[in-house]
């Protein structure tokens, strides 16, 4: 009786192999993130601390919403079922998302720094104070509303305006997410107060992952009411 021939092991069989697929899909992406964000954190790294070079600093911040939603894609993929070519599902979320994500993110962004403007220069008039929190507030929801947009976006084929409507309705609806993306925001702020800016730009790939395994929530109930 012949014995049989073993089977050939997949690729992310084993703790090891595993290990070193996931560590070389998070320099990938880290990678190719940076390449398609470049222009944006080569403009952002020349920047000062200042509350004039907002407009500037949210023009660097154009390239990096399509470059993270590609990410998104890709690590959703990734997580789906490992593969020894991730580079081609992020450039294939590069492509279907690219222009789906900028015609939210731009107006996001403009809207960020009118408010970021206020924001820091609220003390210089009478009230300032008040008008000043009130930009914080409103900043505060424009960040949970774009984490959430970014992830539907990058997920799911919907139109702009139901992109937004959701990503607003699961401030409320998915409390697990919004905290996830609090902590998320903080974690980030936290390192460009007391470290450097560099941290969260060569960490950003891993970001983008703790920001999909935050929206989980939002995924499921999309999937299971907006989504066939």
Wanted: hydrophobic share 55%.
């Amino acid at each position: 009786m012949t014995a049989a021939a073993p089977q050939r092991r997949e690729a992310g069989e084993g703790v090891l192999s595993r290990g070193a697929l996931a560590v070389y899909h998070v320099l990938v992406y880290q990678g190719l993130l940076l390449l398609t964000a470049s222009p944006g954190i080569a403009l952002l790294l020349t920047l000062r601390a200042d509350a004039s070079n907002l407009p500037l600093a949210a023009l660097a911040a154009v390239p990096l919403g399509p470059a993270l939603a590609a990410t998104l894609f890709a690590w959703r993929r990734a997580l789906q079922e490992p593969s020894l070519q991730p580079a081609r599902h992020f450039w294939r979320g590069y492509r279907l998302n690219a222009l789906p994500v900028l015609l939210w993110w731009v107006p996001a962004l403009g809207v960020a720094t009118v408010l970021g403007i206020n924001a820091t220069g609220a003390s210089a008039v009478p009230g300032g104070e008040v008008l000043g929190a009130i930009a914080v507030v409103l900043l505060v929801l424009l960040l949970l509303i774009a984490a959430n947009a970014l992830v539907i976006t990058a997920l799911y084929s919907l139109r702009t305006r139901d992109v937004l409507r959701l990503a607003a309705y699961y401030i409320v609806r998915s409390p697990r997410t919004t905290v996830a993306t609090l902590a998320l925001a903080v974690v980030i702020g936290g390192s460009l107060v007391f470290l450097t800016e560099l941290v969260p730009i060569l960490t950003s790939a891993l970001l983008a992952l703790a920001l999909l395994h935050g929206a989980r929530p939002i995924r499921s109930d999309i999937e299971e009411n907006f989504v066939s």
